[in-house]
């Protein structure tokens, strides 16, 4: 064989090589295709059984004995065509061949067994030893039914694993139940060995959200791998809130590496991930509650993956799906403990698990404005929450607090905004000089007179600045405070999400198809502020169409914040009043307009030397007038 020969099969492997790699199924296609072939298998296993006692029934109707025909069992023997036939001995054959030790705990009757403590209540399916029912005791639907954390007939919930050449799931497997109190249930699937068995133990919090589920191999150490032994589940969430459009964009599955912060995949597109690392815990997050997968010992990152999907029906939000390996040793029992949270995402509960970054499961925002929430917005909400006022209330009382923690910033901002508005006719002089001049040497000569007068344009920008993290802060809080769930005040029946005083015949595009009274108190309220605030302001120069903004971004929050929650709007309303209330109390009794006018004067009379940023400011301006000569 020449070199060309023996190049061209190389090419030519290589070829079918990559093609095979390409079309080779994903592990998620592979345990799909899997499951298909399992159900096929036991389908496989009735019909031959079938065909055994319906062969036993026509030979015997064959040779004549009627009373034989009339009287044949799944226990009856004879013989067709020299084989021995057994319906059930068919069965048993089968299932020996397909679940191995396991046959006997492939057939039996399913039943459900209910545990709860004072908050959870979960029925417990012996087939599968599967949840199959997830109650929150203490919180309803937006319809005022049960409140449920997964649809029980929408997914798969199995620990897998392989015992010899056989693929095991303990979804196909039949457990017997043994309960352990109210709170916890023992079940065993058993082998045709007494000393081996498969043991899953449920475990609720006596008054928690918890349940701790451990999954054991007994016996089985020699012959299974407890490295490839997978756990599965796929859950689909129901819509439980008012408005499913922002039900959908705050459902998400949430992770934490053991060496890496909180992660998330995508919540408005279909997303998923194969885990890089070892894992402390993946979240399947709804809206306001959460089912949540925690292991001490850290779910593997080899094979483990975690997806999501969103839903068209209206009746369901996401499917999750989370497939997990565990941490394991060649040759280690078989010992699979999981902790579930099953509960609401409310913050302190959330923090006090005291799982490392659990209580990011709650976006607060990033940064300075997380902080801002569980430093300053949260610990005054809980203490105002303690005296068991209504919500609206609160929200009020919480507006003024922090409110009058910002005056000093206020007041400050105020009073620069005055100083540089008194200087208006030393503006119109350099203004009406400048008009068709250089601008560099407007800017200049504007420069100076802020000197003259010991005015910093940047004093007024620093308390805007410091004030603005506490206003996003708040458009993160109100929309993930479970607390404002269905609590009513005024005219909203849920603080939680939008209010509607009146129902569209139609949808507007970008508004929607109700009209929200606290967002038209908000918009108005923000245009009088705006209209207020323009006019202690500074006039500026060269901008003609800032006006126009400034009335404009009223216009918009209308839209923009008409399907938010109304507590986010009744906020924003009670801000607005408040600023309105102090801008009117510090014009008149606070600030003297005339003695800072005076000040302004006497300054311009006694001008202080220029400070070295000011120096820089003006030497960097000059060398750009004479940059632009040259």
Avoid at 66 to 87: E, K, M, P, W, Y
Avoid at 129 to 135: D, E, F, G, L, Q
Wanted: charged letters at 20%; a neutral charge; hydrophobic letters at 40%.
């Amino acid at each position: 064989m020449d070199r060309n020969s023996i190049i061209g099969f190389v090419l030519i492997a290589a070829i079918l090589g990559a093609y095979t790699w390409y079309t080779m199924p994903s592990p998620e296609e592979q345990a799909r295709i899997q499951q298909v072939q399992d159900s096929i298998a036991n389908a496989e296993i009735e019909q031959q059984a079938r065909q055994a006692e319906e062969a036993l029934k026509a030979q015997a109707t064959t040779a004549g004995n009627s009373s034989s025909a009339a009287t044949a069992t799944n226990d009856s023997i004879l013989v067709v065509n020299g084989d021995t036939l057994n319906a059930d001995s068919v069965r048993r054959a089968l299932q020996g061949q397909r679940y191995g030790i396991f046959q006997a705990a492939s057939t039996g009757n399913a039943q459900e067994v209910v545990i709860e403590n004072e908050r959870l209540q979960v029925a417990i399916n012996t087939h599968g030893a599967k949840p199959s029912v997830i109650r929150l005791k203490e919180y309803q639907t937006s319809r005022k039914t049960p409140l449920y954390l997964s649809d029980p007939d929408s997914g798969n919930y199995e620990f897998r694993f392989f015992l010899g050449n056989l693929d095991i799931s303990t979804n196909d497997l039949f457990f017997t139940a043994e309960k352990l109190g109210s709170t916890g249930v023992v079940l065993k699937a058993p082998t045709t060995d007494p000393a081996k068995f498969v043991r899953i133990t449920y475990q609720l919090d006596s008054t928690g959200y918890f349940m701790d589920t451990r999954a054991e191999l007994v016996g089985l150490e020699n012959e299974v791998d407890a490295r490839n032994t997978v756990f599965n589940w796929t859950l689909t969430g129901f819509s439980n809130e008012k408005y499913r459009v922002g039900e959908l964009q705050k459902c998400g599955v949430y992770y934490k590496y053991f060496s890496d912060d909180r992660n998330y995949l995508s919540e408005s597109s279909e997303d998923s991930k194969k885990l890089e690392g070892k894992t402390n815990w993946v979240a399947f997050k709804q809206d306001f509650f959460t089912i949540g997968l925690v292991s001490t010992e850290g779910f593997a990152s080899s094979g483990s993956e975690i997806a999501i999907t969103p839903l068209e029906d209206s009746t369901h939000t996401k499917r999750y799906t989370a497939k997990l390996f565990f941490e394991k040793e060649r040759g280690a029992k078989v010992d699979l403990p999981i902790r579930m949270y099953l509960g609401p995402n409310h913050y302190g509960t959330l923090r006090r698990t005291e799982i490392a970054q659990f209580d990011k499961i709650i976006d607060l925002g990033w940064g300075i404005f997380g902080w801002m929430n569980k430093w300053l917005v949260i610990p005054i909400f809980n203490w105002l929450d303690g005296w068991g006022w209504n919500y609206g209330i609160i929200i009020l009382v919480l507006t003024i607090a922090i409110k009058l923690l910002l005056m000093p910033l206020t007041y400050k901002n105020f009073v620069s905004s005055a100083r540089m508005r008194l200087l208006k006719p030393e503006m119109d002089v350099i203004n009406e000089k400048h008009k068709d001049g250089d601008v560099m040497k407007k800017q200049q000569a504007t420069m100076d007179l802020y000197r003259k007068a010991g005015v910093n344009p940047a004093s007024g920008c620093l308390p805007m600045l410091v004030q603005l993290p506490v206003l996003y802060a708040m458009f993160r809080f109100f929309p993930a405070s479970i607390e404002l769930r269905q609590q009513s005040f005024l005219w909203a029946d849920d603080l939680s999400t939008y209010d509607s005083v009146l129902s569209l015949p139609f949808s507007i595009p970008a508004y929607g198809s109700h009209v929200s009274l606290f967002t038209i108190l908000m918009a108005a309220s923000t245009m009088i502020y705006t209209a207020i605030n323009s006019k202690q302001m500074p006039t500026q120069q060269g901008m003609p169409n800032m006006k126009l903004m400034m009335y404009l971004f009223p216009v918009m929050m209308l839209f923009f914040m008409n399907s938010l929650p109304s507590g986010l709007s009744y906020y924003y309303l009670l801000a607005n009043v408040i600023s309105i209330l102090q801008m009117t109390v510090m014009k008149s009794w606070f600030v003297n307009e005339d003695k800072i006018r005076a000040e302004l004067v006497q300054n311009m009379k006694t001008p202080k030397k220029k400070s070295k940023w000011q120096q820089r400011l003006e030497d960097m301006q000059k060398q750009q007038q004479a940059a632009r000569r040259k």
